[in-house]
């Protein structure tokens, strides 16, 4: 089936099997191999791409039900060199040890703030529920988006907490 | 008290992140070249089963389908290599299937989901057997794993100390003395350490290509030892270590499930060379949980015999621990780890033993802590059983019954332990966790009839892999085409306009070695950090190396870094003194150039001694070209890192939920180099042992199907299960590496899980609770205080 839509300001078309799921349209004919598959199944959210504005998880939506969808991926997130306050944050903060889960997370965490600017610590981990990460211990992803949270208000981020113990 | 500032370095932010941040880092399923065939394997659905055929026919005429290989095709090239290979297993099935998931045919195609359509087609003709899965019944032995097997027992690891049967024998007997004393008091309990899947997030994957004009294979792998499976498909192919050119790319999490060499990785190369194109293989999840190994799965029974005032006399472990269908890389060797720290931080009399049984399920091996945590589990269980049944506070049994402060201690399970320093840390967590007002707090909870408990546990580990004579013990890289031995390796070359490569012998998977290496140069040449670039895990930078794994990689490999450092801060002392006509002892590093020490305007920066070592005119009589150094480390010992930590818990009376309220840890890792990446392998190391404590747990039914294999099914922790970790350390250096570094990878986990079943425990204890088996969810803990109610 022909389908065609909007990849991080950019217009593709392409022709893809029916069964072909979004994720692997965005890694294998995009090549933008930023979006990871962790589970298939949507429980990981390794693969969290926004798709016209809301966060979704690309392994369980078909690349043709995109079509004239508009979709950002981890890839489009950044303004050239000047990082998204989020993708700072995880910088910042020690967000992320292997790397794998942290393009979902940083995309969740971006929807998660537009949602709610000022979360509480107990929001952002609610929030963050379908993300999983093996690695962090999600301690410093929360304390991550909580630096981008601040950034984004204007405010000056928390010390670190390796700085304070 | 405590000391959270580095001594060496500090918490510079990690030169990994901004390819990760931006999805432009490449992990192995990111390679994908064009004409790259896609591999799906045909699974056994039965765990143990005759194959009495297998017809491809159909697979074989699908849509984009290029081969079907089965055992026929692969037998020639033998077993899968492994490290300790007491029961190696074929690299597809051949005639018997051992475990559910079990590999027997596969298929290579065009594109994955037409791979996936034709394994379905693969008809396979079995006859299923009755399997052994259940643990005792395996330890039994009326059914065994392998019909041409006497026994399902391949291996026993006692002590101690270990390795004496005489000295064995008088240990248990002044156990059973001691039992027999008027004042004595024996606590006893039967406990699970559940198996486990190691789940990292980025599921295993391997691509590989075959170039025959230059007689070489091109191999991307998610693994955690480069090095080691190049010289196993070497080894394997008949071919020189040379000619297998191994990266491990971005690693999307290991936790030792990347510590192994696999059936895949084998088929996959030689189905790209059988092929001659490029061939992937990267597992679904659902699939991960059978094609990638399994952690823990013991069962034992832990029994300390002590005083009513609090002195341990005397401590037994006897257990079992499932291997599963095979042995892979280390399989039966995880349990001699935990045998390692059998007996603790404690001075006691130790008997300890662990039957290690082949069962028909997955493969276990290296997972996070590997066997350390199994036995810190039950240690410290018991002893928290022992201080509850004397009605002692647990930390005074525990300060009781510590070592002193020590450098170079045997332990009762007989081994040479490097230095500690016990009562001090647990002390230091008593008081910066406010144990009196965390207990006051617990009190005035329980008041208002809640049940909130507060679990308290120790922990040594024994890492940082280690010592070359390793080899000696069984350890043998041999089958990789590699030399016996665990030194680290890094090789430091000044690059001609003066910046610096180091190629080092680890492949982290998210633990920050590009910059904590980075640092430990900057510290030892003053070359800047941004200079320095730290490659890893591809063979043809890094000369030699055996990894990451068993929290060695700073310990050993970054020991490595700051010899190699020191060496070519040597010969760059000699480029220096010529250049400055200064004396070479005068000479000082720092700022990226070097100095005269008392001459403040004398100096030369690193890109004029560089320009120097690259144009020998330029350079002192008798002073070769260059300024590079390869450094092998072997330290004198592993190293012997310990904690303690304590978490707060409450369980819902109604449903039997567990809430964890808080987590405090004090660990000691001696120095630190970037307190940012200590702190993150803490929090991720208790994460996984919290997990084990409330959550995971990998389920076989009788007929030895896998019950959990995905992620809906198998819980790891989420951010909204747990809490904020509130850590701090003390420091005491070790004096088995010139940095005093520990390995801190592991040590989370290792001191995690039972610090939570402790908490459990006390908030339910006077219910009349004494244990309850992991994983504590919530059916478990109501069920737990229902039948404690009942009796």
């Not at chain 2, 041999?478 to 890094?490: H, I, K, Q, V």
Request: hydrophobic share 40%; net charge negative.
């Amino acid at each position: 089936m022909d389908i065609h839509m909007t990849v991080n300001g950019e217009q593709v078309s392409a022709s893809v099997e029916p069964r072909t799921l979004l994720v692997h349209f965005i890694r294998e004919h995009l090549r933008l191999t930023g979006t990871h598959v962790g589970c298939e199944t949507s429980y990981c959210g390794a693969c969290t791409v926004h798709v016209d504005g809301k966060a979704v998880k690309s392994c369980t939506m078909l690349a043709v039900q995109a079509d004239g969808a508009d979709i950002t991926t981890i890839e489009g997130l950044a303004d050239g060199d000047a990082l998204h306050p989020v993708q700072e944050g995880f910088w910042e903060r020690h967000g992320l040890q292997c790397g794998f889960c942290t393009p979902g997370m940083i995309m969740s965490s971006v929807k998660l703030l537009e949602a709610a600017p000022d979360p509480s610590e107990r929001e952002i981990r609610e929030a963050l529920e379908g993300n999983l990460c093996r690695c962090t211990g999600y301690h410093n992803i929360v304390r991550a988006v909580e630096y981008a949270g601040a950034r984004m208000r204007g405010e000056e981020p928390a010390q670190p907490d390796w700085e304070v113990n | 008290m405590t000391e959270t500032t580095s001594v060496l370095g500090g918490a510079v932010r990690r030169r990994e992140d901004p390819a990760l941040i931006r999805g432009t880092g490449k992990y192995t399923d990111d390679v994908n070249p064009t004409g790259t065939l896609h591999v799906a394997f045909v699974r056994s659905p039965f765990a143990k089963a005759k194959i009495l055929s297998i017809d491809t026919t159909a697979a074989a005429e699908a849509a984009g389908v290029v081969a079907v290989y089965t055992a026929e095709d692969v037998r020639h090239l033998g077993p899968l290599p492994a490290q300790v290979p007491v029961r190696p297993r074929p690299l597809l099935a051949d005639g018997q299937v051992a475990h559910a998931g079990e590999a027997v045919a596969m298929v290579v195609a065009t594109d994955r989901y037409l791979a996936q359509d034709a394994a379905e087609l693969v008809f396979v003709d079995y006859e299923d057997q009755a399997p052994v899965i259940d643990l005792k019944a395996a330890q039994a032995g009326d059914v065994k794993a392998h019909d041409d097997m006497d026994s399902n027992v391949i291996i026993s690891w006692a002590g101690g100390p270990f390795g004496d049967e005489e000295a064995i024998a008088a240990t248990r007997a002044g156990i059973s003395a001691a039992k027999e004393r008027e004042d004595a008091v024996v606590v006893s309990l039967e406990m699970t350490n559940q198996r486990l899947i190691p789940t990292a997030i980025e599921p295993r994957s391997v691509h590989a290509e075959w170039n025959a004009g230059y007689g070489e294979f091109r191999v991307h792998s998610s693994t955690q030892i480069a090095h080691a499976l190049a010289g196993a498909i070497a080894r394997v192919f008949g071919l020189a270590n040379s000619a297998v050119h191994l990266t491990a790319p971005e690693v999307g999490g290991g936790f030792g499930a990347k510590l192994n060499i696999y059936p895949d990785e084998i088929l996959t190369c030689f189905a790209a060379r059988s092929l001659g194109r490029p061939v992937k293989f990267t597992e679904t999840r659902r699939e991960a949980a059978v094609s990638t190994i399994h952690g823990r799965g013991w069962v034992a029974t832990a029994t300390i015999t002590g005083t009513r005032d609090g002195e341990i006399l005397g401590y037994e472990l006897e257990g079992v621990a499932d291997m599963g269908a095979y042995t892979q890389n280390f399989t039966a060797a995880i349990p001699f780890l935990g045998l390692f720290i059998g007996s603790g931080q404690y001075t006691m009399p130790t008997y300890w033993k662990v039957d290690c049984v082949l069962t028909n399920t997955v493969v276990t091996d290296a997972y996070r802590g590997a066997g350390r945590p199994e036995a810190e589990y039950y240690l410290e269980r018991i002893v928290d059983a022992y201080a509850r049944e004397i009605g002692m506070d647990p930390a005074d049994v525990r300060k009781k019954n510590y070592f002193d402060t020590f450098q170079d201690a045997i332990s009762p399970i007989g081994f040479a332990m490097d230095t500690g320093d016990y009562a001090k840390n647990l002390d230091a967590l008593l008081a910066f966790a406010d144990y009196d007002g965390l207990k006051a707090d617990r009190d005035r909870m329980r008041a208002e009839g809640r049940l909130v408990g507060i679990g308290l546990s120790s922990y040594v580990e024994v890492c940082g892999f280690g010592p070359s004579g390793l080899a000696e013990l069984g350890f043998s890289w041999s089958e990789y085409n590699l030399p016996s031995s665990f030194n680290g390796s890094a090789l430091l070359r000044v690059t001609p306009e003066g910046g610096a490569t180091l190629s080092i012998g680890t492949g982290p998977s998210g633990q920050g070695h590009e910059t904590t290496w980075a640092q430990i140069v900057n510290r030892e040449t003053g070359i800047p950090l941004d200079r320095i670039r730290v490659l890893h895990g591809d063979t043809k930078d890094s000369p030699t190396g055996i990894g990451s794994f068993g929290s060695r990689s700073l310990a050993v490999d970054g020991a490595a870094a700051h010899e190699a450092s020191q060496k070519v801060t040597a010969k760059a002392s000699k480029i220096a003194a010529h250049l400055l006509e200064a004396a070479e002892e005068d000479i000082r590093f720092g700022d990226g150039a070097a100095h005269v020490a008392g001459s403040p305007d004398a100096s030369v920066t690193w890109a004029e001694i560089a320009k120097a070592a690259y144009q020998p005119h330029l350079l002192p009589e008798g002073l070769e070209g260059s300024l590079e150094a390869h450094a092998l480390f072997s330290p004198g010992n592993a190293t012997w890192p310990f904690g303690s930590h304590i978490a707060m818990v409450e369980v819902d009376p109604d449903t039997g939920d567990v809430t964890l309220l808080r987590y405090i840890g004090m660990d000691d890792c001696g120095n630190v180099v970037n307190p940012m990446i200590v702190d993150g392998q803490l929090h991720g190391g208790a994460a996984q042992g919290i997990g084990q404590a409330l959550h995971e747990h990998g389920i076989y039914d009788d007929m030895g199907n896998l019950l959990t294999t995905s992620l809906v099914d198998y819980l790891i922790p989420t951010a909204a299960t747990l809490p904020a970790f509130e850590l701090a350390r003390t420091v005491t250096p070790t004096h088995v590496n010139p940095l005093g570094v520990k390995g801190i990878g592991e040590a989370g986990t290792i001191g995690s899980a039972q610090t939570i079943v402790n908490a459990v425990v006390d908030a339910v204890a006077h219910l009349g609770v004494r244990h309850i088996d992991m994983p504590l969810r919530p059916k478990r803990v109501w069920q737990a205080i229902q039948d404690a109610k009942g009796a």
